[in-house]
């Protein structure tokens, strides 16, 4: 590899690691070597294939825009793996890549994994699975749109890759759309600049089917907001079939048009909630006899009884635990499990710092840890900083003086404001206490 590569390299993974912090970082993303770099693709050399199974479904993304900001380029992100596979897993795999390139040349990002078949239904998820089922087996006809609603890693995306890749199973010539509302937001962006809005129109118009991802994101952005419900509306009257995923219901998405609000209601809501062990431990044998893990009991109880509600955390601590066996040469025990996930598992008795509630409200917020330490008071920065203080004041015994002290050397009465900022706040938007007792259970690891 010429060191020029190289460079380019290590500059992507500075940003990527920004982007994913620390400990995600070191972890998968410092043992991978760069193997190639080119426009069309970027050849990555991983230690085995439970990295792949972990990057390509959690980071692709990331890796992926990180090439086009810093070079503006897409390539297609190629994963060389260092130990010798399984044939079985190998042909599953080489399956898998093909169905995702067809798809890819069709133009339609679905994650050929997310099936039905691979989703596995609990009483919290069943009334959504049993929704998304009706809806991929007759498109456009029973709930139009169906807007299903839950918690980070609590499948909402692979649900609705599932109609997805159900209704192209059944009607290979349907013209699907996945989009994270994201894309799509960026993509409204660029065709108004570039002045190809006829062209958008009409892409998103011809659809038979759009899934659309984490429709949260649009809030505040107007313009995106305003072509998405044209969008909608012109789908609606041909009876084509529109899926809205997003982090809460309806009701609760802040700035947000009331006419949109109004169309996310005119099909069905479904919610999915937090697994229970039970649910978490199908999904665990489920992933391990997938991946061809060999998950002892002890470990499997251990994993669904301590790893809180978020089921992406749940196969991602699986991984971890995988990968580390397979690099070691050793069988998965509890007592490994429990050494390789010192970091990650937080135990509910262990005394709460008000550096755990930086780099938690921090990674909610996207921001940094020294940034909420700094004296920046730009909105962006300030809002998290009076957050953390106020939570650092709830959950801490610290005195109001510690707790500045915490955060760059700010005074008592610096504290004290950013509380009450906090509870006013709170008190006015119902969004806005809920977002505050999702970060206080995730503090505590409830
Ligand atoms: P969300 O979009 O809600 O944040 P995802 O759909 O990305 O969550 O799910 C996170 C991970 O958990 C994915 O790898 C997904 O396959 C897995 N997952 C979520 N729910 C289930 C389920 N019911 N059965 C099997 N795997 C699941
Ligand atoms: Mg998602």
């Known amino acids: 590899m010429d060191a020029k590569k190289e460079d380019i390299w290590?500059?992507?993974l500075e940003v990527i690691s920004e982007k994913v912090g620390e400990g995600a970082f070191n972890l998968w993303f410092k043992p991978i070597r760069l193997r190639q770099l080119k426009k069309e693709f970027v050849q990555l050399e991983i230690p085995n294939r439970f990295f792949r199974e972990w990057i390509e479904d959690n980071y692709s993304g990331i890796i992926e825009e990180t090439f086009f900001e810093l070079l503006r380029i897409?390539?297609?992100?190629?994963?060389?793996i260092k130990e010798k596979q399984d044939e079985d897993i190998k042909k599953l795999n080489a399956q898998i890549n093909l169905k995702r390139r067809t798809?890819?040349?069709?133009?339609?990002?679905?994650?050929p994994k997310y099936t039905f078949d691979a989703f596995v239904v609990g009483s919290c998820n069943q009334f959504a699975h049993a929704a998304a089922l009706k809806v991929a087996e007759s498109p456009g006809t029973v709930y139009n749109p169906l807007f299903i609603y839950a918690g980070v890693g609590l499948g909402k995306t692979h649900l609705i890759n599932a109609i997805g890749n159900r209704v192209l199973e059944n009607h290979r010539n349907v013209q699907v759309i996945y989009v994270p509302a994201e894309q799509f937001t960026n993509?409204?962006?660029?065709?108004?600049?570039?002045?190809?809005?006829?062209?958008?129109?009409?892409?998103?118009?011809?659809?038979?089917l759009l899934l659309i991802d984490d429709i949260q994101f649009i809030a505040n952005k107007t313009q995106t907001q305003e072509e998405f419900f044209h969008t909608f509306n012109a789908l609606y009257e041909q009876q084509k079939q529109i899926v809205i995923s997003s982090d809460r219901p309806p009701k609760d998405i802040q700035d947000i048009t009331d006419r949109l609000k109004s169309r996310f209601t005119m099909g069905l809501i479904a919610d999915m909630q937090p697994p229970s062990v039970e649910t978490k431990?199908?999904?665990?044998?489920?992933k391990a006899e997938y991946q061809r893990i060999i998950l002892p009991q002890d470990v499997k109880y251990w994993l669904a009884m301590n790893v809180k509600s978020n089921i992406r955390e749940l196969e991602g601590c699986l991984l971890k635990i995988a990968?580390?066996?397979?690099?070691?040469?050793?069988?998965?025990?509890?007592?490994?499990?429990?050494?390789?996930?010192?970091?990650?598992?937080v135990d509910k008795n262990r005394p709460i710092t008000v550096d755990y509630i930086m780099k938690t409200v921090a990674e909610e917020y996207k921001v940094k840890v020294n940034e909420l330490k700094s004296k920046k008071r730009t909105k962006e920065i300030a809002i998290p900083r009076q957050i953390a203080m106020y939570l650092a004041r709830e959950l801490t015994d610290l005195s109001l003086q510690d707790i500045g002290k915490h955060f760059g050397g700010?005074?008592?009465?610096?504290?004290?404001?950013?509380?009450k900022q906090v509870e006013k706040?709170?008190?006015?938007?119902?969004?806005f206490q809920h977002i505050i007792e999702g970060l206080i259970k995730k503090i505590k690891g409830e």
């Open 103 to 111: 798809l890819r040349n069709r133009g339609i990002y679905l994650n």
């Open 425 to 431: 706040r709170k008190e006015k938007e119902d969004a």
């Open 410 to 419: 700010k005074d008592h009465a610096t504290v004290l404001y950013a509380c």
């Open 281 to 286: 431990i199908a999904i665990l044998e489920k």
């Open 323 to 345: 990968a580390h066996a397979s690099i070691t040469g050793l069988p998965i025990t509890l007592e490994m499990t429990k050494e390789i996930l010192k970091d990650t598992i």
């Open 10 to 12: 290590n500059r992507c």
């Open 187 to 208: 993509e409204v962006v660029a065709a108004i600049k570039n002045d190809r809005m006829t062209e958008f129109k009409e892409k998103y118009r011809n659809a038979d």
């Open 74 to 80: 897409r390539p297609e992100i190629r994963f060389t």
